[in-house]
Protein backbone atom coordinates (compact mmCIF):
# COMPACT_ATOMS: atom_id res chain seq x y z
CA UNK A 1 0.00 0.00 0.00
CA UNK A 2 3.03 2.73 1.02
CA UNK A 3 4.42 1.56 -2.77
CA UNK A 4 1.19 2.33 -4.51
CA UNK A 5 0.75 6.16 -2.82
CA UNK A 6 4.43 6.48 -3.13
CA UNK A 7 4.08 5.66 -6.68
CA UNK A 8 0.70 8.11 -6.70
CA UNK A 9 3.13 11.11 -5.43
CA UNK A 10 5.77 10.33 -7.82
CA UNK A 11 3.46 11.10 -10.36
CA UNK A 12 3.12 14.50 -9.60
CA UNK A 13 -0.23 14.58 -7.66
CA UNK A 14 -1.79 12.44 -4.87
CA UNK A 15 -5.11 10.92 -5.23
CA UNK A 16 -6.00 13.70 -1.90
CA UNK A 17 -5.02 16.47 -4.05
CA UNK A 18 -7.81 15.85 -6.95
CA UNK A 19 -10.27 16.60 -4.25
CA UNK A 20 -8.42 18.80 -1.97
CA UNK A 21 -7.38 21.34 -4.88
CA UNK A 22 -10.69 23.67 -5.02
CA UNK A 23 -10.99 26.70 -7.24
CA UNK A 24 -14.07 29.00 -6.97
CA UNK A 25 -15.45 32.80 -7.54
CA UNK A 26 -17.54 35.09 -8.89
CA UNK A 27 -18.81 36.79 -12.34
CA UNK A 28 -19.83 39.70 -12.13
CA UNK A 29 -21.01 41.94 -15.14
CA UNK A 30 -20.17 46.00 -15.12
CA UNK A 31 -22.54 46.91 -12.21
CA UNK A 32 -21.06 43.95 -9.82
CA UNK A 33 -24.14 41.82 -10.36
CA UNK A 34 -23.39 38.45 -10.42
CA UNK A 35 -23.87 36.70 -14.09
CA UNK A 36 -25.94 33.39 -13.73
CA UNK A 37 -25.60 30.28 -16.35
CA UNK A 38 -21.80 31.39 -17.78
CA UNK A 39 -20.22 28.48 -19.00
CA UNK A 40 -16.93 27.89 -17.69
CA UNK A 41 -14.79 26.05 -19.75
CA UNK A 42 -10.92 25.22 -17.58
CA UNK A 43 -8.96 23.73 -19.86
CA UNK A 44 -4.76 22.72 -19.24
CA UNK A 45 -2.27 24.22 -20.89
CA UNK A 46 0.21 21.62 -19.96
CA UNK A 47 1.01 19.21 -22.75
CA UNK A 48 1.64 15.97 -20.20
CA UNK A 49 -1.68 16.63 -18.17
CA UNK A 50 -4.36 17.40 -20.53
CA UNK A 51 -7.97 17.61 -19.55
CA UNK A 52 -10.74 19.68 -19.68
CA UNK A 53 -13.40 20.79 -18.19
CA UNK A 54 -17.30 22.84 -17.95
CA UNK A 55 -19.30 23.42 -15.41
CA UNK A 56 -21.55 26.84 -15.41
CA UNK A 57 -22.61 29.69 -12.44
CA UNK A 58 -25.13 29.43 -10.65
CA UNK A 59 -28.18 31.91 -10.04
CA UNK A 60 -25.93 34.55 -8.12
CA UNK A 61 -23.02 33.96 -11.11
CA UNK A 62 -21.05 32.17 -8.26
CA UNK A 63 -18.77 29.30 -9.14
CA UNK A 64 -17.40 26.24 -7.71
CA UNK A 65 -14.51 23.71 -9.31
CA UNK A 66 -12.89 20.79 -7.24
CA UNK A 67 -10.29 18.52 -8.43
CA UNK A 68 -8.26 20.91 -10.85
CA UNK A 69 -4.61 19.25 -11.11
CA UNK A 70 -1.72 21.99 -9.81
CA UNK A 71 -0.84 22.99 -13.51
CA UNK A 72 -1.57 26.14 -15.83
CA UNK A 73 -5.06 26.47 -16.77
CA UNK A 74 -6.83 28.61 -19.13
CA UNK A 75 -10.33 29.05 -18.94
CA UNK A 76 -12.91 30.27 -21.13
CA UNK A 77 -15.89 32.18 -19.66
CA UNK A 78 -19.01 32.54 -22.38
CA UNK A 79 -22.16 33.67 -22.23
CA UNK A 80 -24.96 34.92 -25.32
CA UNK A 81 -25.00 38.73 -25.23
CA UNK A 82 -21.53 39.25 -23.72
CA UNK A 83 -17.83 38.96 -24.94
CA UNK A 84 -16.16 36.35 -24.25
CA UNK A 85 -13.78 36.35 -21.60
CA UNK A 86 -10.58 34.77 -21.11
CA UNK A 87 -8.00 34.42 -17.80
CA UNK A 88 -4.95 32.43 -17.68
CA UNK A 89 -3.83 31.07 -14.24
CA UNK A 90 -1.74 28.73 -11.97
CA UNK A 91 -3.95 26.39 -9.92
CA UNK A 92 -1.95 25.58 -6.74
CA UNK A 93 -2.44 22.95 -4.41
CA UNK A 94 -5.11 23.89 -1.95
CA UNK A 95 -7.58 26.58 -2.71
CA UNK A 96 -7.72 29.23 -4.98
CA UNK A 97 -10.17 32.16 -5.35
CA UNK A 98 -10.58 34.96 -7.95
CA UNK A 99 -13.53 37.10 -9.59
CA UNK A 100 -13.89 38.13 -12.75
CA UNK A 101 -16.05 40.68 -15.25
CA UNK A 102 -17.54 40.53 -17.97
CA UNK A 103 -19.08 43.09 -20.53
CA UNK A 104 -22.01 42.45 -22.88
CA UNK A 105 -21.17 43.05 -26.37
CA UNK A 106 -22.39 46.74 -26.68
CA UNK A 107 -20.07 47.85 -23.39
CA UNK A 108 -17.40 46.15 -24.81
CA UNK A 109 -17.77 48.17 -28.40
CA UNK A 110 -17.91 51.32 -26.58
CA UNK A 111 -14.49 50.14 -24.54
CA UNK A 112 -12.80 49.67 -27.87
CA UNK A 113 -13.72 52.89 -29.46
CA UNK A 114 -13.10 54.81 -26.30
CA UNK A 115 -9.08 53.07 -26.34
CA UNK A 116 -8.87 53.99 -29.74
CA UNK A 117 -8.91 50.33 -30.79
CA UNK A 118 -11.42 50.88 -33.03
CA UNK A 119 -12.48 53.62 -35.36
CA UNK A 120 -16.40 55.34 -34.07
CA UNK A 121 -18.85 54.31 -37.08
CA UNK A 122 -19.04 56.70 -39.29
CA UNK A 123 -22.91 58.41 -39.18
CA UNK A 124 -22.68 58.29 -43.10
CA UNK A 125 -22.31 54.63 -43.62
CA UNK A 126 -24.72 53.91 -41.14
CA UNK A 127 -27.28 55.91 -43.16
CA UNK A 128 -26.49 54.16 -46.13
CA UNK A 129 -27.08 50.89 -44.04
CA UNK A 130 -30.27 51.74 -43.19
CA UNK A 131 -30.65 53.24 -46.81
CA UNK A 132 -30.58 49.64 -48.00
CA UNK A 133 -32.97 48.62 -45.53
CA UNK A 134 -35.15 50.89 -46.85
CA UNK A 135 -35.03 49.70 -50.76
CA UNK A 136 -36.49 45.84 -50.61
CA UNK A 137 -39.57 47.02 -48.52
CA UNK A 138 -40.35 50.03 -51.10
CA UNK A 139 -39.99 47.41 -53.65
CA UNK A 140 -42.26 45.13 -51.76
CA UNK A 141 -44.67 48.33 -51.35
CA UNK A 142 -44.49 48.17 -47.40
CA UNK A 143 -43.95 52.04 -47.59
CA UNK A 144 -44.59 52.79 -43.66
CA UNK A 145 -41.43 49.85 -43.08
CA UNK A 146 -39.20 51.07 -45.78
CA UNK A 147 -40.03 55.07 -44.30
CA UNK A 148 -39.30 54.39 -40.86
CA UNK A 149 -35.38 53.09 -42.10
CA UNK A 150 -35.24 56.46 -44.17
CA UNK A 151 -36.12 58.61 -41.33
CA UNK A 152 -33.53 56.97 -39.09
CA UNK A 153 -30.99 57.17 -42.22
CA UNK A 154 -32.14 60.64 -42.68
CA UNK A 155 -31.61 61.44 -38.81
CA UNK A 156 -27.81 60.34 -39.54
CA UNK A 157 -26.92 62.12 -42.59
CA UNK A 158 -29.58 64.53 -43.30
CA UNK A 159 -27.73 65.08 -47.21
CA UNK A 160 -27.97 61.48 -48.24
CA UNK A 161 -29.37 62.25 -51.54
CA UNK A 162 -30.69 58.58 -52.01
CA UNK A 163 -32.57 58.68 -48.31
CA UNK A 164 -34.36 61.99 -49.91
CA UNK A 165 -35.19 60.98 -53.69
CA UNK A 166 -36.79 57.76 -51.70
CA UNK A 167 -38.30 59.78 -49.27
CA UNK A 168 -39.83 61.75 -52.04
CA UNK A 169 -41.21 58.77 -53.75
CA UNK A 170 -42.78 56.84 -51.15
CA UNK A 171 -44.27 60.02 -49.97
CA UNK A 172 -45.37 60.61 -53.51
CA UNK A 173 -46.85 57.15 -54.01
CA UNK A 174 -48.63 57.68 -50.56
CA UNK A 175 -50.39 60.50 -51.52
CA UNK A 176 -48.28 63.06 -48.75
CA UNK A 177 -47.79 66.07 -50.76
CA UNK A 178 -46.32 67.90 -48.34
CA UNK A 179 -43.34 65.63 -47.54
CA UNK A 180 -43.41 64.80 -51.33
CA UNK A 181 -42.65 68.65 -51.54
CA UNK A 182 -40.22 69.06 -48.62
CA UNK A 183 -37.57 65.76 -49.52
CA UNK A 184 -38.24 66.55 -53.07
CA UNK A 185 -36.76 70.05 -52.51
CA UNK A 186 -34.08 69.17 -49.79
CA UNK A 187 -32.88 66.55 -53.20
CA UNK A 188 -33.15 69.30 -55.53
CA UNK A 189 -31.04 71.54 -53.33
CA UNK A 190 -28.16 68.99 -53.85
CA UNK A 191 -29.07 68.36 -57.13
CA UNK A 192 -30.80 71.25 -58.70
CA UNK A 193 -30.55 70.11 -62.20
CA UNK A 194 -32.62 66.94 -61.86
CA UNK A 195 -35.52 67.67 -63.83
CA UNK A 196 -37.11 64.27 -63.42
CA UNK A 197 -37.05 65.03 -59.59
CA UNK A 198 -38.69 68.39 -60.20
CA UNK A 199 -41.31 67.29 -62.24
CA UNK A 200 -41.96 64.97 -59.14
CA UNK A 201 -42.39 68.02 -57.21
CA UNK A 202 -44.27 70.15 -59.33
CA UNK A 203 -46.98 67.43 -59.55
CA UNK A 204 -46.83 67.11 -55.88
CA UNK A 205 -47.33 71.03 -55.56
CA UNK A 206 -50.21 70.77 -58.00
CA UNK A 207 -52.21 68.10 -56.04
CA UNK A 208 -52.03 69.65 -52.54
CA UNK A 209 -52.64 72.97 -54.54
CA UNK A 210 -49.05 74.81 -53.30
CA UNK A 211 -48.91 77.60 -55.56
CA UNK A 212 -45.96 79.23 -54.12
CA UNK A 213 -44.38 75.94 -55.04
CA UNK A 214 -46.03 75.41 -58.19
CA UNK A 215 -44.43 78.80 -59.55
CA UNK A 216 -41.20 77.85 -58.24
CA UNK A 217 -41.24 74.37 -59.85
CA UNK A 218 -42.60 75.68 -63.14
CA UNK A 219 -40.11 78.79 -63.30
CA UNK A 220 -37.22 75.78 -62.69
CA UNK A 221 -38.40 73.79 -65.15
CA UNK A 222 -38.54 76.59 -68.02
CA UNK A 223 -35.04 77.81 -66.82
CA UNK A 224 -33.41 74.06 -67.52
CA UNK A 225 -35.80 72.67 -70.45
CA UNK A 226 -36.88 75.78 -71.90
CA UNK A 227 -40.60 76.75 -72.97
CA UNK A 228 -41.88 73.76 -74.39
CA UNK A 229 -45.05 72.39 -75.68
CA UNK A 230 -45.43 69.87 -73.13
CA UNK A 231 -44.81 72.46 -70.35
CA UNK A 232 -47.17 74.90 -71.94
CA UNK A 233 -49.90 72.38 -72.07
CA UNK A 234 -49.41 71.31 -68.79
CA UNK A 235 -49.20 74.88 -67.04
CA UNK A 236 -52.61 74.94 -69.00
CA UNK A 237 -53.87 72.06 -67.51
CA UNK A 238 -52.67 73.31 -64.19
CA UNK A 239 -54.91 76.22 -64.74
CA UNK A 240 -57.82 74.53 -65.82
CA UNK A 241 -58.14 72.12 -62.67
CA UNK A 242 -57.31 75.07 -60.57
CA UNK A 243 -60.93 76.92 -62.37
CA UNK A 244 -59.07 79.70 -63.93
CA UNK A 245 -59.98 79.76 -67.58
CA UNK A 246 -58.80 83.22 -68.51
CA UNK A 247 -55.12 81.98 -67.15
CA UNK A 248 -55.20 78.84 -69.31
CA UNK A 249 -56.74 80.66 -72.46
CA UNK A 250 -53.41 82.59 -73.43
CA UNK A 251 -51.02 79.65 -72.51
CA UNK A 252 -53.07 77.52 -74.77
CA UNK A 253 -52.79 80.23 -77.24
CA UNK A 254 -49.02 80.29 -77.07
CA UNK A 255 -48.92 77.00 -77.62
CA UNK A 256 -51.10 76.64 -80.66
CA UNK A 257 -48.64 79.12 -82.14
CA UNK A 258 -45.54 77.03 -81.32
CA UNK A 259 -46.99 73.45 -82.22
CA UNK A 260 -50.08 74.08 -84.53
CA UNK A 261 -50.78 70.67 -84.57
CA UNK A 262 -50.68 69.95 -81.07
CA UNK A 263 -54.16 68.55 -80.58
CA UNK A 264 -55.06 68.62 -77.31
CA UNK A 265 -54.86 72.09 -76.88
CA UNK A 266 -57.46 72.73 -79.76
CA UNK A 267 -59.41 70.11 -77.16
CA UNK A 268 -59.42 72.38 -74.08
CA UNK A 269 -59.59 76.02 -75.91
CA UNK A 270 -62.45 74.27 -77.37
CA UNK A 271 -64.35 73.60 -73.94
CA UNK A 272 -63.21 77.07 -72.61
CA UNK A 273 -65.07 78.56 -75.42
CA UNK A 274 -68.40 76.45 -74.66
CA UNK A 275 -68.23 77.64 -70.97
CA UNK A 276 -67.77 81.14 -72.59
CA UNK A 277 -70.61 81.01 -74.63
CA UNK A 278 -68.29 81.37 -77.87
CA UNK A 279 -69.98 78.43 -79.87
CA UNK A 280 -68.70 79.14 -83.14
CA UNK A 281 -64.89 79.96 -81.65
CA UNK A 282 -65.73 76.48 -80.24
CA UNK A 283 -67.14 74.79 -83.31
CA UNK A 284 -63.55 75.64 -84.76
CA UNK A 285 -61.42 74.70 -82.46
CA UNK A 286 -62.93 71.10 -81.42
CA UNK A 287 -63.40 70.08 -85.08
CA UNK A 288 -59.46 71.16 -85.83
CA UNK A 289 -58.90 68.15 -82.82
CA UNK A 290 -60.95 65.90 -84.62
CA UNK A 291 -59.27 66.47 -87.91
CA UNK A 292 -55.41 66.07 -85.93
CA UNK A 293 -56.72 63.05 -83.55
CA UNK A 294 -59.75 61.14 -85.16
CA UNK A 295 -58.60 58.24 -83.19
CA UNK A 296 -58.14 60.22 -79.91
CA UNK A 297 -59.84 58.65 -76.61
CA UNK A 298 -62.31 61.74 -76.00
CA UNK A 299 -63.01 61.80 -79.78
CA UNK A 300 -66.88 60.08 -79.28
CA UNK A 301 -67.10 62.55 -76.68
CA UNK A 302 -65.91 65.81 -78.71
CA UNK A 303 -68.03 64.77 -81.83
CA UNK A 304 -71.58 63.90 -78.94
CA UNK A 305 -70.27 67.62 -77.86
CA UNK A 306 -69.82 68.95 -81.73
CA UNK A 307 -73.60 67.63 -82.85
CA UNK A 308 -75.04 69.60 -79.66
CA UNK A 309 -73.72 72.81 -80.34
CA UNK A 310 -74.16 72.99 -84.51
CA UNK A 311 -77.57 72.20 -83.62
Not at 163 to 185: F, G, M, R, V
Request: charged content about 30%; hydrophobic content about 35%.
Amino acid sequence: MKRFTLLLIMGGWSVFGQFNNVTRGNVFDSQNQGIPGVKMTFKSLDESRKFEKVIETDENGAFTIAGLQPVEIELLCEKEGYRPQIFRFKQPLGEKKFDMQMLTIEEAIEEAKASGEIPPEDPKELAKGDYNLAVPLYKEKKYAEAMEHIQASLEKDPELDHSLKLAAYISHTTEDWPNAIKYTDAYLKLHPDDTNMMKLAYDAAERANNKEALNKYKESIKNIEGVTPEGLYNEAVVKLNQGDDDGAKPILEELIKMKPDYADAYHRLGEIYVREGEFELAITNLKKFLKLAPNHKNAKEVEDLLLTLIE
